[in-house]
């Protein structure tokens, strides 16, 4: 009875002000999506005198395992200041890289994020030292751009702003190493009998 009458109550009120329920609280479509994340506070990257980007690498280019990526990314960055950089302000590299990069190398990178405010991440060399990356990336919300890692599963962690330049170690496997024929042909061993005789013999093709 008691809940019959709490029902009975509010079907009233709701029917004596229709008005102020068909009003909706706040109207999604009448105000823009409002970006909370790092850089909020700028009213436009005119008043910035360059656009700084983080290299979450070696900055060496010497560097056994990451020199070419570093003098590629300087290169790349070259050619787009030549052309103009981003409305007249050129682009900088902001290296940030420790030989220990789960503990002192992720640790630079945030500070990066959070202090130089770059506004997007080059990472990595390496499948490892991107996860690294797209894990400041997923709180952050500073995009990615991985030149080096082919590990697959840093784009399965949900996260659209994180891009890869090379395919997954899967592809590159498909394509290197052709997959076996359905049909598997046997060699018969003539010492034993035809029960225990077939031998399967994988075929991987020409």
């Avoid at 102020?20 to 700028?42: C, D, I, M, N, W």
């Avoid at 500070?111 to 990472?123: D, H, N, Q």
Wanted: neutral net charge; contains cysteine.
């Amino acid at each position: 009875m008691r809940r019959e009458a709490a029902l009975g109550v509010l079907a009233a009120v709701l029917a004596a002000a229709p008005g102020a329920v068909q009003t909706p609280f706040k109207s999604l479509a009448e105000r823009p999506h409002e970006y909370v994340g790092p850089g909020r506070e700028r009213t436009g990257s005119s008043q910035l005198p360059d656009i700084p980007l983080a290299w979450f690498g070696p900055g060496e280019a010497d560097h056994p395992q990451g020199g070419d990526f570093w003098r590629g990314a300087s290169l790349a960055l070259e050619e787009a200041n030549a052309g103009g950089g981003f409305e007249g302000r050129p682009f900088r590299l902001v290296p940030v890289w420790s030989d220990s990069p789960w503990t002192a190398g992720v640790a630079q990178l945030a500070r990066a994020v959070f202090e130089e405010r770059v506004f997007a991440i080059l990472a990595s060399i390496d499948g490892a030292a991107t996860h690294l990356a797209e894990q400041v990336a997923a709180k952050a919300l500073v995009p990615v751009v991985s030149p080096g890692s082919t590990d697959k599963t840093v784009n399965l962690a949900g996260i659209p702003w994180m891009l890869s330049c090379l395919p997954g170690d899967d592809r590159l496997a498909a394509a290197v190493v052709p997959a076996p024929r359905p049909t598997t042909p046997t060699r018969r061993d003539p010492s034993r009998p035809s029960s225990r005789s077939a031998i399967p013999t994988p075929d991987f093709g020409p």
